[in-house]
């Protein structure tokens, strides 16, 4: 019968991982969660304004805005995880309860899980909308919430597994060096995982490049297409660019790591680039809220209403209003906007 180690501290489980757990603030620590916390307040601040600014502007009541809003609350409480993480890591890592330990380690799982499904329903539902050349989809609102639902429970189920058994208390053997308390195999299942996540929006990405960059072509053979088609193409193709660029860097080097340690790799070093790859899939928490909303003019437009509220409090805010010729009317879709002009 398995002997199980429920009454040890978290030093106990970190000797046994090699992993260092020091008693005393080294310089190296006070920089870490000095930038850490400077990173967690932007994120909280920016995904804040982006949250804000959705709630606000009602043209901004659609499923894909939605979804961005959900991303938003997602890297919102990524934000909060990863300062909750800066205030209980360095030398108070082992004045811990394996509960508190717990929790710690299942904020920052259920909110970056969070965020990176809410990145490929967003990537799901731009290349169906790219494609069927709208701005917007035409999910129900009742589906967008049922979706949103179902990214929370896999974000929340993903992140509580090893507080709930999948942890390595019982089985010491098994115990990974990055997450002392927390199993190998749960470790290489979520870099797995999340890996397969990874793939599927670099296909869906590649599939919506492929599609403009043919559509550009084209069009320029045509010259009765109007010029705005050209320019929305063009952001379009930028933004998938970026998007693609910054979730490659961010994520791949700690989903590598991850699994690389739930493999037991003996040779590989992953202590030493652990708290380095994490704050880097932070960072794209912050890149999220840039990339996905202040590329879009009508909400960098929206921000610059919040942030300067008391210049605008005596005016009143009203979209500009465009004389359309007849070429524009055929892109427009129901609610008025531009079916193609999109560059989210």
């Keep these: 019968m398995k002997h199980c ?38 994120v909280l601040l920016t995904n804040l304004l982006v949250i804000t600014a959705i709630i606000i502007n009602r043209r901004f009541h659609y499923p894909i805005y939605y979804l961005l809003g959900n991303l938003a609350a997602a890297d919102l409480f990524a934000g909060i995880a990863y300062m909750f993480l800066m205030f209980h890591t360095g030398p ?4 811990l309860s394996l509960k508190t330990w717990f929790i710690r380690q299942s904020l920052l799982d259920t909110s970056l899980t969070a965020s990176v499904v809410n990145l490929l329903a967003i990537a799901v539902e731009r290349h169906q ?22 990214i929370w429970v896999t974000a929340l189920l993903l992140g509580l597994i090893p507080s709930y058994g999948w942890h ?23 870099a797995i995982s999340n890996l ?44 998938v660019t970026i998007i693609l660029s910054a979730f490659v860097i961010c994520w791949t080097p700690g989903q590598v790591v991850l699994l690389l340690d739930g ?60 004389k359309l010729n007849t070429t524009d009317r055929r892109t427009l879709s129901q609610n008025g906007h531009f079916t193609v002009d999109s560059s989210i």
């Design 92 to 95: 108070r890592t082992a004045e």
């Design 168 to 190: 390595c208390l019982c089985a010491l053997d098994k115990c990974s060096s990055m997450a002392p308390l927390y199993s190998r195999s749960y470790l290489t299942f979520w």
């Design 196 to 239: 397969v996540i990874f793939l599927i929006m670099v296909v869906v990405y590649t599939h919506i490049f492929i599609y403009v960059k043919r559509k550009m072509t084209r069009m320029s053979k045509h010259t009765s297409f109007h010029p705005r088609y050209k320019e929305t193409m063009i952001s379009l193709v930028k933004t």
């Design 5 to 42: 180690f429920y009454n040890e501290t978290v030093g106990f489980f970190y000797n046994n991982s090699r992993k260092e757990l020091t008693t005393y603030w080294r310089t190296k620590d006070v920089l870490v969660v000095a930038l850490g916390l400077t990173v967690s307040v932007i």
């Design 263 to 322: 493999l037991g790799c003996k040779s590989c070093n992953v202590l030493a680039v652990e708290k380095y790859v994490l704050l880097l899939a932070e960072i794209n928490s912050l890149i999220n809220a840039i990339v996905y909303s202040y590329r879009d003019n009508e909400m960098r437009s929206t921000f610059r209403r919040i942030l300067c509220f008391i210049c605008y409090r005596n005016s009143k805010y009203t979209p500009t209003v465009v």
């Design 129 to 150: 909308t790219v494609f069927t050349m709208q701005l917007h989809s035409k999910m129900s609102n009742q589906r967008v919430m049922i979706l949103i639902f179902c």
